[in-house]
Every structure is written in C-alpha cells, then in structure tokens.
C-alpha cells in the first residue's frame, strides 16, 4: 500500500454502516466515490487547524459526477485506472505541501510524451505539470539550460495546446534502483498564448475530460471559507473571576468556526480560557464550547479561539455559522442582540 511505503499513519475503514462512525482525518481523507457520496461530508477539522484535504477514488469519470463531488468537498478526484506511481506523487506531494502549508500548484499527470531536443527525440514520462513549470522522466541525459519541447497526447491536446516548451532547470539522476528508470528533468515552460494557457488551466483546474487525476478544489480555499466570519452581533454575559457571580454585559462582534471576537472587557487578557454558550435562532439548548483569548485587537475588542471541542460540537457551531449573515464590515453594523452568549471564566492553563 502506498501510505505504508510512505511511512505515513494512516487508519483504514472498510464497510462502515454509519458514516458518522468514520474517525475525523487529520491531513487526509481517501474514499471511493459510493463512500463519498454516503459520507457527505468529513468530520471537520479541530478548531483552528486546517481542514483535512478529501481524495476521491473513482473507477468512472464524467461532468456531473466530478460537479457533485465539489458539491460535496472532495478536493481530488482520482480515477482507479492512474498509474500507481502518480498516485503515490499525489499522495507524497499532498502530504509534504501540508506540512510545509504550501497551496499544490503541480499536477500529477503520468502520461508519456515525444520529447525534442534540437534534432535528438526521446521519449519521455511527464510526471507532474504546473502553469510555470512540468518534471519528466527519461533515460537520455540534459544539462540544466537545455532547450526541450515536448508534445502532449492527442486526448489532453485542443485549444491552442499541442506541445509545451521550456529550459531545463534542474537535473536530477537516480541511484540504486531508480537508475534504472532514467533521470528526473525539470523544466522551466516558456510562456504561453492566451488560448493556450486556457486549456492548461482546464488540465490544471479539474474542467479537462481527459485527465485522470482532477483538481476539484484548492484545499486552501475552502479551509478559508470554513473559517469565514459571519457578524455575531449578540450580547455575551461574561462572568469573570472579579465579578462575584455576577455576570456582565458585553457585545459580540463576529464568530467563525474556528473563534469568537468580543468587546474589549476588564478582566480578560491573552491566554485566560472561558466557556462561552452560543445561542443559534432557535430557543434551543446554548452549544457550549471552551474558547481562549488569543488577540487583542485594541478598540475592536478581544478574538477569542475555540479549544478542545469534540466533533458533535464541530457540526453543531458550523450550522450555526452557516445560518449567520455574511460579515460586511468589521465597525458598521450594530446589530439586535438577538440572542445571549452565556460564558464563564475557566482556570488559565499554562
């Protein structure tokens, strides 16, 4: 298996009757497309870390189901017939770009391709392709400010994109067995038409038919719209140590998945944790959820970021946020105070 050649710590699922039961990911979520569909969405991130991202495995490939994928989140969809080693870059670089937070520009493609240089052909594996830049495979040896081009196969080839052109900018060869499989080449591509860095982007973006490997959301994108603001405009009762248990009023300002920003109050500081109750538009039970003063925003009060909640809390706060309006400006509106925000000081951690 490809995570354990990985080295990664990964746990395996088969046949979970309810998909509620399906462990939350932390950096990466791999399911078949019937998993998928049943799954809806993954369990979400501990607050205040990224999102995990979502590859999905498909022996079938067309428009509406790569739409209703989107629909759902996948970030990646992957079709079952790939080749194990493109598989494993995706993997590999999904991975390795997560830990250093880096957005994955390269694409994994896996197809060969005719290579030129000057009147020498070859042939040649492309390995990943990106708008500035595309790494082969070949047996025949280039030195970095080589001239290559190299021509696409016919299925990804159209509007205006029929081969790609660059310089070398890095050689890499192989040791021990990968010797064998030839060199790694780097290349920096010339710039492109527009007609034809259009049909790059749709290789690149997940609208080609043919790729089977298909982009379907930047990662990084929809963590930032899970962490959007929404305005939060309600009273909060904020019981602080010196209160005496009594609590005292004070005005949210905005509130996301992953925290809270409240008025200024005497009292709280960086680093003190409180247990905030959140009241949707329902008169329902408060979601009570640990938080911790993490900012000090001066006269735009105190950002306060979410701890410790469980993934029942998780699903709770993000359909709360999902029925707030959107946030339009940080200082205008004021808001009814239409709910109230219970919350006490916990004891600080250290």
């Given at each position: ?37 049943a799954l809806s969405e993954p369990a979400p991130a501990v ?71 000057g009147k020498q052909v070859e042939f040649a594996k492309l ?224």
């Open positions: 298996m490809i995570l354990e050649r990985l080295g990664a710590d990964f746990a395996l699922c088969r046949r979970v009757a309810d998909p509620t039961d399906v462990p939350r990911p932390r950096d990466l979520l791999i399911t078949t497309g019937r998993r998928a569909q607050a205040g870390a990224a999102a995990p991202i979502w590859l999905c495995v498909h022996g079938q490939d067309f428009q509406e189901l790569r739409s209703r994928l989107r629909e759902l989140g996948v970030h990646y969809l992957v079709n079952s017939a790939v080749d194990q080693e493109s598989l494993r870059l995706l993997i590999e670089m999904l991975l390795h770009d997560r830990r250093e937070q880096r957005v994955v520009a390269r694409l994994p493609v896996g197809v060969e391709v005719t290579l030129r240089h390995l990943d392709l990106s708008r500035t830049g595309a790494r082969l495979r070949t047996k025949a040896l280039f030195s970095v400010g080589d001239r290559l081009e190299f021509e696409l196969p016919l299925e990804l080839c159209g509007g205006g994109l029929e081969c790609l052109s660059g310089r070398v900018a890095r050689v890499e060869l192989g040791g021990g067995r990968a010797a064998k499989m030839g060199c790694s080449v780097g290349v920096e591509l010339d710039p492109l038409t527009a007609e034809a860095a259009a049909a790059l982007g749709a290789i690149l973006c997940g609208t080609h038919p043919a790729t089977r490997i298909s982009a379907l959301a930047n990662p990084r994108e929809r963590e930032r719209r899970r962490a959007e603001r929404r305005a939060y405009r309600r009273r909060i009762a904020a019981l602080a140590a010196s209160d005496a248990g009594t609590p005292r009023v004070v005005l949210g300002h905005d509130l996301s998945v992953s925290g809270i920003r409240i008025a200024r109050q005497p009292g709280l500081r960086k680093g003190i944790r409180i247990a905030l109750g959140l009241y949707g538009a329902d008169s329902g039970a408060p979601l009570t959820l640990e938080a911790e003063v993490v900012a000090d925003h001066g006269p735009r009060g105190l950002g306060l970021a979410f701890r410790n909640a469980s993934e029942s809390q998780l699903r709770a706060l993000a359909k709360l946020v999902a029925a707030l309006p959107l946030l339009e400006s940080l200082d205008g509106e004021t808001g009814s105070g239409g709910g109230v925000v219970l919350s006490r000081v916990m004891p600080q951690k250290a």
